[in-house]
């Protein structure tokens, strides 16, 4: 939410990259290195992986059933879909004036900007058919407790009684319900309808923007890597002026122990001939990704396909939460260092004003009613953004 | 794994001292992969890859000092400026909560040539040390506190990039060893661009904003600040720190600070995750729970008890009282 403050800052430097910016790059580089082949190898003899990389392209993580059999768009339904895309996405779009749902959607365009559509129909490239395998029945206990306590926070307000998709699973009922005062079910990680304290807000609310893996969102993200013979630095630009790094261990030495849990998890990286393979866990049970908390465990291969791409894929395994580990693969891009120069400041925190004005915009709903100035505080609902404001077709 | 890596480290040493050219032995492992050892230089300087941090009170104050009882104080039952006792923030740590003393890490006369204002103002913050010091905000520590905090940082270096990667607050900076031009906007950790002198890291840093501090004692400087660092690498383990510092608003000349930093040398080290704005949450948004959560401690010396106000200038608080 107060991301989208620093995140004007950060992204006009960030966003405008591509073709002209990349060219200026390469330019700069082949000063240094004039041979094409040793720019993709370290002057230490190490493949190189450096620079600034990001998905040029949008691709969905999941394929849409509406193309379960094409792994990849035709050139025609590429087209086609950018341009119901940016005819459609988020472009003022307005619900009725005077709802909750349209102050909550004042964000357009202008701060989530969209890329054109990608080749692939899927990141997932396993199981063959592009989705997340099916989760464990244990799993599907926990996100089902998750929802109904979401749901509970949202039954007295309008979203439910107008039955917003936002409520789907719910039902509305002007009483409140007693679950309002109820801590979540678990540690909460996204958004509800309550905001009684700081750790009632969603991570990135809080500048604690998830994790890995990392596909980029809405938003976008940079990584930037830095190598040095025996060791790799790389720090990621997410979520609208947030920011984590990651300092690979190359020494072949063991994970942290297990009693030592980190927000980014633990990374060991080996080379596997010109294939950077990194195997991360000791994920901390406040992380969320689909489900998969501590037990989250991936192995990453990170591979220079050429001057100005990079190939990502990731495996990732939580036996707790699905089926069997599945695997997405992305894109990067090499970005110009010249137009990403406010690179490495994280500043979320210092500006956050949406998150304590969630919780002082709380506070006077509740001071409001007890005066007798207004609705009660359970019939707001402070947490639906975008829900069923628009479809993206690539979903 | 001790007596590996003293081997390694003797490596380097001596690879330093004969050709400085690349590698050697090495930290050897079970994966049957190559070898992994860090090279005295990269690129034909000196590497100071690896983790560092100072060991010195510099974050409390740059300038010398004797020890005090806490960093927030009140006056004794004596009137005496040295005789003053820890204030009711820091009271239970007892002397967990004292002030290390310090020769100060100022350079030649060991004063900051400040401007009187700009005095008035340092003194005004060291006053209100709780209330507006960044790093208990967990803001971003800019440079130079963020090399002296007491926190290790890692540097990776390659040869057009060199990367710090600071453990507080997920901070970083990339020294540009190649052109690339200031950001469009100021910053908290300011914009670094580097050259070699001989073996000497030269790195002129700027673009800053005027709100981080140098350290707890509520030393500051304005958005015209630039500083010249020198990293020397005085031995594989030790790097010589020495930054000047230039802020025609606030200072009536440029003045320096230098100070060793040291090699986190234990095996098993890594940079770990310090992601302190979860931890600063209850300090700074605590006011605006439903219910007050941290009221009262008791122990078995004393009780504390925390009544939370809003605070002075809290922009939401002005903007919903409207």
């Given at each position: 939410?107060?991301?989208?403050?620093?995140?004007?800052?950060?992204?006009?430097?960030?966003?405008?990259?591509?073709?002209?910016?990349?060219?200026?790059?390469?330019?700069?580089?082949?000063?240094?290195?004039?041979?094409?082949?040793?720019?993709?190898?370290?002057?230490?003899?190490?493949?190189?992986?450096?620079?600034?990389?990001?998905?040029?392209?949008?691709?969905?993580?999941?394929?849409?059933?509406?193309?379960?059999?094409?792994?990849?768009?035709?050139?025609?339904?590429?087209?086609?879909?950018?341009?119901?895309?940016?005819?459609?996405?988020?472009?003022?779009?307005?619900?009725?004036?005077?709802?909750?749902?349209?102050?909550?959607?004042?964000?357009?365009?202008?701060?989530?900007?969209?890329?054109?559509?990608?080749?692939?129909?899927?990141?997932?490239?396993?199981?063959?058919?592009?989705?997340?395998?099916?989760?464990?029945?244990?799993?599907?206990?926990?996100?089902?407790?998750?929802?109904?306590?979401?749901?509970?926070?949202?039954?007295?307000?309008?979203?439910?009684?107008?039955?917003?998709?936002?409520?789907?699973?719910?039902?509305?009922?002007?009483?409140?319900?007693?679950?309002?005062?109820?801590?979540?079910?678990?540690?909460?990680?996204?958004?509800?309808?309550?905001?009684?304290?700081?750790?009632?807000?969603?991570?990135?609310?809080?500048?604690?923007?998830?994790?890995?893996?990392?596909?980029?969102?809405?938003?976008?993200?940079?990584?930037?890597?830095?190598?040095?013979?025996?060791?790799?630095?790389?720090?990621?630009?997410?979520?609208?002026?947030?920011?984590?790094?990651?300092?690979?261990?190359?020494?072949?030495?063991?994970?942290?122990?297990?009693?030592?849990?980190?927000?980014?998890?633990?990374?060991?990286?080996?080379?596997?001939?010109?294939?950077?393979?990194?195997?991360?866990?000791?994920?901390?049970?406040?992380?969320?990704?689909?489900?998969?908390?501590?037990?989250?465990?991936?192995?990453?291969?990170?591979?220079?396909?050429?001057?100005?791409?990079?190939?990502?894929?990731?495996?990732?395994?939580?036996?707790?939460?699905?089926?069997?580990?599945?695997?997405?693969?992305?894109?990067?891009?090499?970005?110009?260092?010249?137009?990403?120069?406010?690179?490495?400041?994280?500043?979320?925190?210092?500006?956050?004003?949406?998150?304590?004005?969630?919780?002082?915009?709380?506070?006077?709903?509740?001071?409001?009613?007890?005066?007798?100035?207004?609705?009660?505080?359970?019939?707001?609902?402070?947490?639906?953004?975008?829900?069923?404001?628009?479809?993206?077709?690539?979903? | 794994?001790?007596?590996?890596?003293?081997?390694?480290?003797?490596?380097?040493?001596?690879?330093?001292?004969?050709?400085?050219?690349?590698?050697?032995?090495?930290?050897?492992?079970?994966?049957?992969?190559?070898?992994?050892?860090?090279?005295?230089?990269?690129?034909?300087?000196?590497?100071?890859?690896?983790?560092?941090?100072?060991?010195?009170?510099?974050?409390?104050?740059?300038?010398?000092?004797?020890?005090?009882?806490?960093?927030?104080?009140?006056?004794?039952?004596?009137?005496?400026?040295?005789?003053?006792?820890?204030?009711?923030?820091?009271?239970?740590?007892?002397?967990?909560?004292?002030?290390?003393?310090?020769?100060?890490?100022?350079?030649?006369?060991?004063?900051?040539?400040?401007?009187?204002?700009?005095?008035?103002?340092?003194?005004?913050?060291?006053?209100?040390?709780?209330?507006?010091?960044?790093?208990?905000?967990?803001?971003?520590?800019?440079?130079?506190?963020?090399?002296?905090?007491?926190?290790?940082?890692?540097?990776?270096?390659?040869?057009?990039?060199?990367?710090?990667?600071?453990?507080?607050?997920?901070?970083?900076?990339?020294?540009?060893?190649?052109?690339?031009?200031?950001?469009?906007?100021?910053?908290?950790?300011g914009h670094s661009v580097g050259r070699w002198e001989g073996d000497m890291l030269v790195v002129d840093v700027t673009h800053f904003n005027d709100r981080a501090w140098f350290d707890r004692a509520g030393n500051h400087h304005?958005?015209?600040?630039?500083?010249?660092?020198?990293?020397?690498?005085?031995?594989?383990?030790?790097?010589?720190?020495?930054?000047?510092?230039?802020?025609?608003?606030?200072?009536?000349?440029?003045?320096?600070?230098?100070?060793?930093?040291?090699?986190?040398?234990?095996?098993?080290?890594?940079?770990?995750?310090?992601?302190?704005?979860?931890?600063?949450?209850?300090?700074?948004?605590?006011?605006?729970?439903?219910?007050?959560?941290?009221?009262?401690?008791?122990?078995?010396?004393?009780?504390?008890?925390?009544?939370?106000?809003?605070?002075?200038?809290?922009?939401?608080?002005?903007?919903?009282?409207?």
């Amino acid at each position: 939410m107060r991301g989208r403050f620093s995140f004007s800052i950060t992204m006009p430097a960030i966003a405008l990259v591509v073709g002209a910016a990349s060219a200026v790059f390469i330019t700069g580089l082949s000063a240094q290195a004039p041979a094409l082949k040793t720019s993709l190898t370290t002057s230490w003899g190490e493949p190189d992986l450096q620079g600034i990389w990001t998905d040029e392209s949008d691709t969905p993580l999941q394929r849409s059933p509406k193309f379960a059999n094409q792994e990849t768009f035709t050139d025609a339904q590429r087209a086609e879909l950018d341009r119901e895309r940016s005819a459609l996405m988020r472009r003022d779009k307005r619900v009725e004036r005077g709802t909750e749902l349209d102050v909550a959607g004042a964000y357009n365009a202008v701060f989530t900007s969209q890329k054109r559509t990608g080749a692939r129909t899927s990141l997932i490239i396993d199981p063959p058919n592009g989705r997340v395998p099916p989760m464990t029945p244990e799993a599907q206990k926990l996100a089902a407790a998750d929802r109904d306590y979401r749901l509970a926070l949202l039954q007295s307000t309008d979203t439910c009684k107008n039955k917003s998709v936002a409520c789907a699973g719910g039902k509305y009922d002007s009483t409140p319900s007693p679950r309002r005062s109820e801590p979540p079910p678990r540690y909460n990680t996204v958004r509800i309808n309550r905001h009684d304290g700081p750790e009632d807000g969603a991570l990135p609310d809080r500048c604690l923007t998830l994790g890995l893996p990392e596909f980029g969102a809405a938003t976008g993200s940079f990584r930037r890597i830095v190598q040095t013979p025996g060791g790799i630095a790389i720090f990621y630009d997410v979520g609208q002026g947030q920011g984590w790094q990651r300092n690979i261990i190359m020494d072949g030495r063991p994970h942290l122990p297990a009693s030592v849990r980190q927000w980014y998890g633990d990374s060991r990286g080996r080379w596997e001939g010109d294939t950077l393979v990194i195997d991360v866990t000791n994920f901390s049970p406040k992380t969320d990704y689909q489900g998969a908390r501590e037990n989250l465990h991936l192995v990453e291969r990170w591979r220079r396909t050429g001057p100005d791409s990079l190939e990502y894929t990731v495996t990732i395994e939580d036996p707790t939460v699905w089926t069997r580990p599945w695997t997405a693969k992305q894109d990067f891009t090499r970005q110009s260092d010249q137009d990403n120069r406010l690179y490495n400041e994280p500043r979320c925190i210092e500006g956050n004003y949406g998150h304590p004005g969630l919780l002082r915009g709380a506070r006077m709903e509740e001071l409001a009613f007890a005066e007798g100035r207004g609705p009660h505080p359970a019939t707001k609902d402070n947490a639906t953004d975008f829900v069923g404001v628009e479809d993206d077709p690539l979903q | 794994m001790r007596d590996r890596f003293a081997i390694s480290m003797l490596t380097v040493a001596i690879a330093a001292a004969s050709v400085g050219a690349v590698i050697s032995a090495s930290i050897t492992h079970t994966s049957g992969q190559a070898p992994i050892t860090r090279p005295a230089t990269v690129g034909g300087k000196p590497n100071f890859t690896g983790i560092w941090q100072a060991n010195n009170e510099a974050n409390w104050d740059l300038q010398a000092h004797a020890a005090r009882p806490a960093a927030v104080t009140q006056e004794g039952a004596y009137p005496y400026e040295y005789a003053r006792v820890p204030a009711a923030p820091v009271l239970a740590l007892g002397a967990a909560g004292a002030v290390p003393g310090s020769l100060g890490v100022v350079q030649g006369d060991g004063e900051i040539p400040y401007k009187p204002e700009a005095l008035a103002k340092k003194k005004e913050n060291a006053d209100h040390w709780i209330d507006r010091d960044p790093e208990l905000k967990c803001y971003l520590p800019g440079i130079p506190r963020a090399m002296y905090m007491p926190h290790p940082f890692q540097i990776t270096q390659s040869t057009n990039k060199i990367h710090f990667a600071y453990s507080f607050s997920n901070s970083a900076r990339t020294i540009h060893m190649d052109k690339v031009e200031g950001p469009p906007d100021d910053t908290w950790m300011g914009h670094s661009v580097g050259r070699w002198e001989g073996d000497m890291l030269v790195v002129d840093v700027t673009h800053f904003n005027d709100r981080a501090w140098f350290d707890r004692a509520g030393n500051h400087h304005s958005d015209a600040l630039k500083l010249v660092e020198r990293f020397t690498l005085k031995s594989p383990d030790v790097i010589w720190y020495d930054v000047t510092i230039e802020d025609p608003n606030v200072f009536t000349r440029p003045w320096r600070i230098a100070m060793p930093l040291y090699r986190r040398a234990e095996p098993n080290m890594q940079l770990l995750e310090f992601r302190c704005n979860e931890f600063a949450e209850e300090f700074m948004y605590g006011h605006l729970r439903k219910q007050p959560l941290v009221k009262r401690w008791e122990g078995e010396t004393m009780t504390i008890d925390v009544t939370r106000k809003i605070p002075p200038g809290d922009a939401f608080y002005q903007w919903y009282s409207r």
